[in-house]
């Protein structure tokens, strides 16, 4: 019965999303998209047992053997990533009710709602199927209803943002299917298995490598790696702050998914990292993105768009990882996707209790804020050293695995970059530190005693997590190395 | 069990402490009464754990395990002991004189101000059980971040500036030498463990070693090495209370501490002499022992000098144990304790002349002994005794210090060491003169002593300069193990 599940929590918000623009009404919209959202992260948590108990499980939809019929594959990876990707859905749609209700326009609540199911849908997809086509298609889904969740931000340079990501996702989108397409055209398969036993025949085409190099662009693309980074910031800081936590949290994260699934599964290591040697263009981007994007976050005005700009350095440390080609380095890439979507997923939720009493994200509208709502200053603090990696949190677990792995390589000049980049983190994030407790609020501000409802509990409870996760590391570490497993 | 439990019972006490002053928060009252008692309790417990620990030097106590298969673990062995009973007894001592100055000079924020010391003292005694490099450092950066709010405990544009340069010197020493240290070694050895006599044995070339215990000296920030010494003058900023037991005693010592231990324990005494790996540290002591001393020559605050003073102490325990004999080794503990009780004394004078005078330069103190002649005199006491002259304790300290660099052939390293006691005597002393000599410049009728929650603390760890002085030979043999 359990194996269902694996194609069910794909297809019960993508049922439930219709559902919620029938009902269109706000706080029923919500109950409703909550309870999904709650169903789908219990039936991942099962899926993840189960495969960590009995191993990866196949489903062949309606019965059709693959390679002929859509194959769904839940391994150890793809269970962690599911896991991730759910409990923030869960996570964000619970603790964000007042806030969709504050910033969003009372009609568009109800396809808010179904856009954020359709987002969910998308994603939870792209990690579940094993077919190539259908990857495109869930990414597109998910793409798709992203746009639709920017452009619903207070701030009417969310449209251009999301415009921008349109363009941007589109030629991603486009590239990939381009690369899908090449390679069925030289293997007559959309199977992942499939694929996977047949490229290593036709490799020398030039075919395969121009699938390859098309794979490559369109991932960097939906990944946001330097340079192909652009469309991220605006986005991520115009989106409302359910969209921004859910998007920063998890959509980033499932591309570099796609990234493991492709160069290591489909293509293989062989063919990625020692004929093509891709490597060789991954190194020098991470680190560009690294320090170029940590040097961005610095001189940003807006908070959000500086934890956007973080979140491209950070997407910098998981790529760095793939491309030392060891075992360390891979498991840290794994273990820092799983714990930066959480340290990231509570900044931004810290932001959204700040926006309930501030006017705007900006410094200067920060003043004082931490002294006024001290709880949620002392969250932005908590999740602010978890981004640095200082230790017990979880950012330090990651960081450790991603040096032990760089020294184990003798990339000392890598580690010099790496310290380098956390004291600037340390800087950006000290920055809205001392404006949030040194500088006097305004009047405004202080007199301003709109509750926050819900969504200060949920914060402390993904921060939480996080510090659990960085004094127990048990969990995330075992998971991340039995993912690793799969890929080799 | 029973050793286990005590030792947690260590890191309980000021953490419940810390709930029940955060619990209590509108009660003043009440909770400087917490905190005075969660220092009682944790001082009765540490001298528990010197009657239990004896019989289990270098027993691990884990509770769980952090990455992989590093434990967070803790043990007792007699440095650690020594640094827990130091800091908890000045701990007890600190908690009086911070209530009363507190209270004097009308602090806000009182409950956050003590509820932070406490966590503060929750991580010195982390770094002082500490078993691996990994606990020490995670402990060394949980105290970092629980002194920030002490420093800048004002609020205003100097406690910000100070708090900068204070976070900003000692994270990015701690994430850029320290831990890369800690992961270097990890990377090479596959152990962190702290071991009698050190596990790096012939695992490493001469030059790797001298690289390494370099990153340590430099990481371990809050040891104070030029020019990484920036910090402590910042942290001046705080409230004297901190000044005194934070950068006098637990902060200051937890970076001397570590510098000691991972001296003894990763390196090894025999390895660390034999390979000179430590050659390049002793250059860079014993040029801050006499550059700090210069510095405070020309600083005419008070806890200026006095924090410069430390700066230069500091390196006397570092040159101590990159010396890397078994006398210099002693001579660096025993200093940990002598100029602990000394610079506190010293400080406590600082803030008992701010709060009864409201003043804070060495040029307005002419004549001010007439008035407060109990301050004074401790603060007397407390410099004699860090100049090193019997019969004041840190005359033994140095003794060992002096004899340690003759042991080891470091002649140079022996006069410096006289340099700067003549240098000691020449920024300590002139606020003796000028307090009892000198004939008053301004009106002095009104002020009369500090509060006696300030005079008391300052009178009994003077004293203690004093009684140390004949508990040498105690203290000698407590020190024994590491030798042996």
Same mark, same amino acid.
């Given at each position: 019965?359990?194996?269902?599940?694996?194609?069910?929590?794909?297809?019960?918000?993508?049922?439930?999303?219709?559902?919620?623009?029938?009902?269109?009404?706000?706080?029923?919209?919500?109950?409703?998209?909550?309870?999904? +959202?709650?169903?789908?992260?219990?039936?991942? =948590?099962?899926?993840?047992?189960?495969?960590?108990?009995?191993?990866?499980?196949?489903?062949?939809?309606?019965?059709?053997?693959?390679?002929?019929?859509?194959?769904?594959?839940?391994?150890?990876?793809?269970?962690?990533? =599911?896991?991730?990707?759910?409990?923030? +859905?869960?996570?964000?749609?619970?603790?964000?009710?007042?806030?969709?209700?504050?910033?969003?326009?009372?009609?568009?609540?109800?396809?808010?709602?179904?856009?954020?199911?359709?987002?969910?849908?998308?994603? $939870?997809?792209?990690?579940?199927?094993?077919?190539?086509?259908?990857?495109?298609?869930?990414?597109?889904?998910?793409?798709?209803?992203?746009?639709?969740?920017?452009? $619903?931000?207070?701030?009417?340079?969310?449209?251009?943002?999301?415009?921008?990501?349109?363009?941007?996702?589109?030629?991603?989108?486009?590239?990939?299917?381009?690369?899908?397409?090449?390679?069925?055209?030289?293997?007559?398969?959309?199977?992942?298995?499939?694929?996977?036993?047949?490229?290593?025949?036709?490799?020398?085409?030039?075919?395969?490598?121009?699938?390859?190099?098309?794979?490559?662009?369109?991932?960097?693309?939906? !990944?946001?790696?330097?340079?192909?980074?652009?469309?991220?910031?605006?986005?991520?800081?115009?989106?409302?702050?359910?969209?921004?936590?859910?998007?920063?949290?998890?959509?980033?994260?499932?591309?570099?998914? !796609?990234?493991?699934?492709?160069?290591?599964?489909?293509?293989?290591?062989?063919?990625?990292?020692?004929?093509?040697?891709?490597?060789?263009?991954?190194?020098?981007?991470?680190?560009?993105?690294?320090?170029?994007?940590?040097?961005?976050?610095?001189?940003?005005?807006?908070?959000?768009?500086?934890?956007?700009?973080?979140?491209?350095?950070?997407?910098?440390?998981?790529?760095?990882?793939?491309? !030392?080609?060891?075992?360390?380095?891979?498991? +840290?890439?794994?273990?820092?996707?799983?714990?930066?979507?959480?340290?990231?997923?509570? !900044?931004?939720?810290?932001?959204?209790?700040?926006?309930?009493?501030?006017?705007?994200?900006?410094?200067?509208?920060?003043?004082?804020?931490?002294?006024?709502?001290?709880?949620?200053?002392?969250?932005?603090?908590?999740?602010?050293?978890?981004?640095?990696?200082?230790?017990?949190?979880?950012?330090?677990?990651?960081?450790?695995?991603?040096?032990?792995?760089?020294?184990?390589?003798?990339?000392?000049?890598?580690?010099?970059?790496?310290?380098?980049?956390?004291?600037?983190? =340390?800087?950006?994030?000290?920055?809205?530190?001392?404006?949030?407790?040194?500088?006097?609020?305004?009047?405004?501000?202080? +007199?301003?005693?709109?509750?926050?409802?819900?969504?200060?509990?949920?914060?402390?409870?993904?921060?939480?997590?996080?510090?659990?996760?960085?004094?127990?590391?048990?969990?995330?570490?075992?998971?991340?190395?039995?993912?690793?497993?799969?890929?080799? | 069990?029973?050793?286990?439990?005590?030792?947690?019972?260590?890191?309980?006490?000021?953490?419940?402490?810390?709930?029940?002053?955060?619990?209590?928060?509108?009660? %003043?009252?009440?909770?400087?009464?917490?905190? /005075?008692?969660?220092?009682?309790?944790?001082?009765?417990? #540490?001298?528990?754990?010197?009657?239990?620990?004896?019989?289990?030097?270098?027993?691990?106590?884990?509770?769980?395990?952090?990455?992989?298969?590093?434990?967070?673990?803790?043990?007792?062995?007699?440095?650690?002991?020594?640094? *827990?009973?130091?800091?908890? *007894?000045?701990?007890?001592?600190?908690?009086?004189?911070?209530?009363?100055?507190?209270?004097?000079?009308?602090?806000?924020?009182?409950?956050?101000?003590?509820?932070?010391?406490?966590?503060?003292?929750?991580?010195?005694?982390?770094?002082?059980?500490?078993?691996?490099?990994?606990?020490?450092?995670?402990?060394?950066?949980?105290?970092?971040?629980?002194?920030? &709010?002490?420093?800048?405990?004002?609020?205003?544009?100097?406690?910000?500036?100070?708090?900068?340069?204070?976070?900003?010197?000692?994270?990015?020493? @701690?994430?850029?030498?320290?831990?890369?240290?800690?992961?270097?070694?990890?990377?090479?050895?596959?152990?962190?463990?702290?071991?009698?006599?050190?596990?790096?044995?012939?695992?490493?070339?001469?030059?790797?070693?001298?690289?390494?215990? #370099?990153?340590?000296?430099?990481?371990?920030?809050?040891?104070?090495?030029?020019?990484?010494? %920036?910090?402590?003058?910042?942290?001046?900023?705080?409230? #004297?209370?901190?000044?005194?037991?934070?950068?006098?005693?637990?902060?200051?010592?937890?970076?001397?501490?570590?510098?000691?231990?991972?001296?003894?324990?990763?390196?090894?005494?025999?390895?660390?002499?034999? @390979?000179?790996?430590?050659?390049?540290?002793?250059?860079?002591?014993?040029?801050?022992?006499?550059?700090?001393?210069?510095?405070?020559?020309?600083?005419?605050?008070?806890?200026?000098?006095?924090?410069? @003073?430390?700066?230069?102490?500091?390196?006397?325990?570092?040159?101590?144990?990159?010396?890397? #004999?078994?006398?210099?080794?002693?001579?660096?503990?025993?200093?940990?304790?002598?100029?602990?009780?000394?610079? /506190?004394?010293?400080?406590?004078?600082?803030?008992?002349?701010?709060?009864?005078?409201?003043?804070?330069?060495?040029?307005?103190?002419?004549?001010?002994?007439?008035?407060?002649?109990?301050?004074?005199?401790?603060?007397?006491?407390?410099?004699?005794?860090?100049?090193?002259?019997?019969?004041?304790?840190?005359?033994?300290?140095?003794?060992?210090?002096?004899?340690?660099?003759?042991?080891?052939?470091?002649?140079?390293?022996?006069?410096?060491?006289?340099?700067?006691?003549?240098?000691?005597?020449?920024?300590?002393?002139?606020?003796?003169?000028?307090?009892?000599?000198?004939?008053?410049?301004?009106?002095?009728?009104?002020?009369?002593?500090? &509060?006696?929650?300030?005079?008391?603390?300052?009178?009994?760890?003077?004293?203690?300069?004093?009684?140390?002085?004949?508990?040498?030979?105690?203290?000698?043999?407590?020190?024994? &193990?590491?030798?042996?």
């Amino acid at each position: 019965m359990t194996h269902h599940l694996a194609i069910l929590q794909v297809v019960l918000p993508l049922i439930a999303a219709p559902i919620c623009s029938l009902i269109n009404h706000s706080k029923a919209c919500w109950l409703f998209a909550t309870t999904v +959202a709650w169903l789908v992260f219990a039936m991942s =948590l099962s899926l993840f047992l189960e495969v960590q108990t009995g191993g990866s499980i196949r489903y062949e939809i309606g019965g059709w053997q693959p390679p002929w019929g859509i194959e769904y594959h839940i391994d150890a990876l793809a269970a962690f990533v =599911l896991l991730l990707v759910s409990a923030m +859905a869960a996570i964000t749609l619970s603790a964000f009710q007042r806030s969709i209700a504050i910033e969003i326009p009372k009609h568009k609540q109800g396809l808010f709602y179904t856009a954020f199911l359709l987002c969910l849908t998308g994603l $939870l997809g792209i990690v579940a199927t094993a077919d190539a086509f259908n990857i495109f298609v869930f990414l597109e889904i998910s793409s798709l209803s992203a746009y639709a969740l920017i452009a $619903l931000g207070r701030d009417r340079r969310a449209l251009t943002a999301s415009f921008e990501y349109l363009i941007m996702g589109t030629i991603g989108a486009t590239f990939i299917l381009i690369g899908i397409g090449l390679l069925y055209m030289q293997t007559g398969t959309l199977n992942i298995a499939d694929l996977q036993a047949r490229i290593p025949e036709i490799s020398h085409l030039h075919s395969v490598h121009a699938a390859f190099a098309f794979f490559t662009i369109g991932i960097f693309l939906k !990944l946001a790696l330097f340079p192909l980074h652009h469309w991220l910031p605006g986005a991520y800081a115009y989106a409302p702050s359910a969209v921004s936590t859910f998007l920063a949290a998890t959509a980033t994260k499932v591309a570099l998914y !796609l990234l493991y699934r492709v160069f290591y599964t489909v293509f293989g290591f062989e063919f990625s990292f020692e004929v093509l040697q891709l490597h060789y263009i991954l190194m020098p981007l991470s680190i560009l993105a690294i320090v170029i994007s940590s040097l961005n976050a610095i001189f940003q005005q807006d908070v959000k768009k500086m934890l956007a700009y973080s979140s491209l350095g950070q997407i910098g440390y998981m790529t760095l990882g793939i491309s !030392l080609l060891s075992d360390v380095g891979l498991i +840290a890439s794994i273990l820092h996707l799983f714990n930066h979507a959480f340290i990231k997923g509570a !900044l931004f939720m810290t932001m959204a209790c700040f926006l309930f009493r501030t006017p705007s994200m900006r410094l200067d509208d920060l003043n004082g804020a931490g002294r006024t709502m001290p709880w949620v200053g002392m969250a932005f603090v908590l999740g602010g050293l978890g981004l640095i990696g200082i230790p017990l949190t979880s950012g330090f677990i990651s960081k450790w695995f991603l040096v032990s792995a760089v020294i184990e390589q003798g990339h000392w000049w890598l580690v010099a970059i790496i310290v380098f980049s956390s004291l600037l983190a =340390l800087i950006y994030v000290w920055r809205v530190v001392e404006h949030l407790f040194f500088r006097e609020p305004s009047a405004a501000l202080v +007199a301003n005693k709109q509750p926050i409802g819900a969504l200060l509990p949920f914060t402390w409870i993904v921060l939480l997590s996080t510090l659990y996760f960085g004094i127990n590391s048990d969990f995330p570490v075992q998971a991340a190395k039995a993912a690793a497993k799969v890929l080799q | 069990m029973m050793l286990a439990n005590s030792l947690y019972l260590n890191f309980a006490i000021p953490v419940i402490g810390a709930c029940l002053i955060a619990l209590l928060h509108q009660h %003043r009252r009440a909770f400087e009464l917490v905190f /005075i008692g969660t220092a009682a309790v944790l001082l009765w417990n #540490t001298l528990r754990l010197f009657d239990l620990g004896q019989a289990a030097y270098f027993t691990n106590i884990s509770p769980f395990s952090l990455i992989d298969s590093i434990p967070l673990a803790f043990h007792l062995e007699p440095l650690g002991l020594l640094f *827990s009973g130091i800091a908890s *007894s000045l701990f007890l001592v600190t908690t009086l004189y911070a209530i009363g100055y507190m209270n004097a000079n009308n602090e806000k924020h009182l409950a956050r101000f003590y509820f932070c010391f406490c966590i503060a003292i929750f991580a010195v005694m982390g770094i002082a059980f500490a078993a691996n490099l990994l606990t020490l450092f995670i402990f060394y950066e949980i105290l970092s971040f629980s002194t920030y &709010p002490l420093v800048t405990h004002k609020g205003n544009e100097a406690a910000r500036n100070g708090g900068r340069a204070y976070l900003g010197l000692l994270l990015s020493t @701690s994430i850029g030498f320290f831990l890369i240290a800690i992961l270097w070694v990890w990377g090479s050895t596959s152990e962190l463990d702290f071991v009698r006599d050190g596990f790096l044995q012939e695992q490493m070339p001469k030059e790797a070693l001298i690289v390494l215990y #370099t990153l340590f000296a430099f990481g371990v920030g809050k040891a104070g090495l030029m020019p990484f010494h %920036r910090w402590l003058p910042s942290a001046m900023v705080a409230p #004297t209370p901190v000044s005194a037991l934070l950068h006098a005693v637990a902060v200051v010592k937890a970076g001397v501490f570590c510098v000691l231990k991972i001296t003894v324990y990763v390196f090894g005494i025999d390895l660390l002499s034999s @390979s000179g790996a430590s050659t390049l540290i002793i250059w860079v002591a014993t040029a801050t022992m006499l550059l700090a001393s210069l510095v405070a020559l020309t600083q005419d605050n008070l806890k200026a000098r006095l924090a410069y @003073s430390t700066v230069s102490q500091l390196s006397y325990i570092v040159l101590g144990a990159a010396l890397a #004999t078994a006398s210099s080794i002693a001579g660096a503990s025993m200093h940990m304790a002598t100029h602990a009780v000394g610079k /506190i004394t010293l400080f406590f004078c600082a803030g008992a002349i701010y709060t009864a005078a409201k003043k804070t330069k060495v040029s307005e103190l002419d004549g001010l002994a007439k008035a407060m002649p109990i301050t004074f005199i401790a603060y007397t006491i407390a410099a004699l005794s860090i100049i090193g002259l019997p019969p004041m304790a840190g005359s033994w300290s140095k003794w060992f210090l002096l004899d340690g660099a003759l042991q080891a052939e470091y002649f140079w390293v022996a006069i410096a060491f006289i340099i700067s006691t003549l240098l000691n005597m020449a920024y300590l002393l002139p606020v003796v003169t000028r307090g009892f000599f000198a004939p008053a410049k301004d009106n002095i009728s009104g002020i009369q002593e500090a &509060p006696w929650m300030c005079l008391l603390p300052l009178s009994i760890t003077a004293v203690s300069c004093f009684v140390l002085f004949f508990l040498l030979q105690e203290l000698h043999l407590f020190l024994q &193990p590491l030798f042996n």
